[in-house]
């Protein structure tokens, strides 16, 4: 059996292609080498450059990679997708390392901290307390509730701060105009906000339900105006709430551009109404971060501010007028469980107001702006981007 060697050379109909294959041969090589390349970095490709007013709102020593950080705050105020952020600053060890403004807006500017004031309310609450003014587990002390056979009377301020009174509150809905939180502050309850909210009935029983309410905050301010005063002189009311307000925590706290706004009866509305500037925002933070104190002075006993961090009955996501890194029952989730650190708190508002703070990692994040709420998902994850940073483990 004879065996046949292949040719030595391709037959002559086959050179036409042999010679197309190796014309081509550079180009390949070429594209080859290039996605080489591209798999020694990781299949990454480069970042752009930043600016320079990106870079100069870094300080020196951040406490985080500072490009990183850098190019993670100015994302807050160039992707579209993530509403206008007016301001932020991040604090670490007490110090500012990042601080940032949007056109218009500037360290001296007072911006409003919507439902953030919930938390102020809180403080001044447990200021009160601890001056014996008010007791947190006993009926709240509101005249209308008093009367004999009045359910309402079982309410205590426990209940009121951690959101769990029973009153009848509808925050949001469709149309806007039909929720109490919209009547209350712009309709027919404008006048006497605490009027307003007090008069709602029970629907629950006393602490058997959460229900997030602004009206309740209004109620809680009531309650401390009325714990300061027995005048109904709107202007009285409003001069003993600032004046009480001014010594015992703004001034304390360096909070010194902190400013409330009251209603025609001189109730301070402390659901939503207090302005402050970001700096002064972030103090706040840094107060709670140092559980009540400020350069070796205890503003608030220690203790509040624990009762403030503990997870209300009903919702572990929400403590005493602030809300904790734990998920919500609703599912919607108001901070980031799962990638930060489980006692992180934060002081939220309306249209993407944030204090956020990480004691662990002596962080105090402030970032106000507008972000409506299709966008806030992502702007929550991008403000959890910047805690991680600073992950020590």
Known sequence: MVTRRPPLIAPKRRLPTLLAARSRAPALLAALSLALLAGCGGGQQSESPLSAQAMAAIGQRPGAPREALARAVDELFTNPGLGETRALVVMHRGRIVAERYGPGYGPNTRLIGWSMSKTITSVLIGLLISDGRLTLDESAPVPSWQRPGDPRGEITLRQLLQMRSGLRHVETTTPPGDAD????????????????????????????????STATSVILSDIATRALTDSRDPAVRRQVVSDYLRSRLFMPAGMNSATPEFDAAGTMIGGSMIHATARD??????????????????IVPSDWVGFMLSP??????????????????????????????????????????????????ELTIVRLGKTDGPMRPAL??????????????
């Open 181 to 212: 939180t919209v009547r209350m502050l712009a309709l027919d309850g404008r006048d006497d906000m605490a009027a307003y909210a007090e008069a709602q009935p029970l629907v629950a029983e006393p602490g058997s339900h959460w229900e997030y």
């Open 281 to 298: 925002w972030g103090r706040f933070g840094e107060f709670l971060r140092s559980n009540g104190m400020l350069n070796g002075a205890r």
């Open 312 to 361: 209300a009955p009903h919702n572990p996501g929400y403590g005493a007028q602030l809300w904790l890194n734990r998920p919500q029952p609703s599912g919607k989730e108001e901070l980031f469980p799962g990638r930060g650190k489980a006692n992180i708190f934060a002081a939220i508002g309306h249209l993407g107001q944030y204090v956020i703070v990480s004691p662990d990692q």
């Open 380 to 393: 929550v994850r991008k403000l959890a981007d910047i805690v991680q940073l600073y992950n020590q483990d």
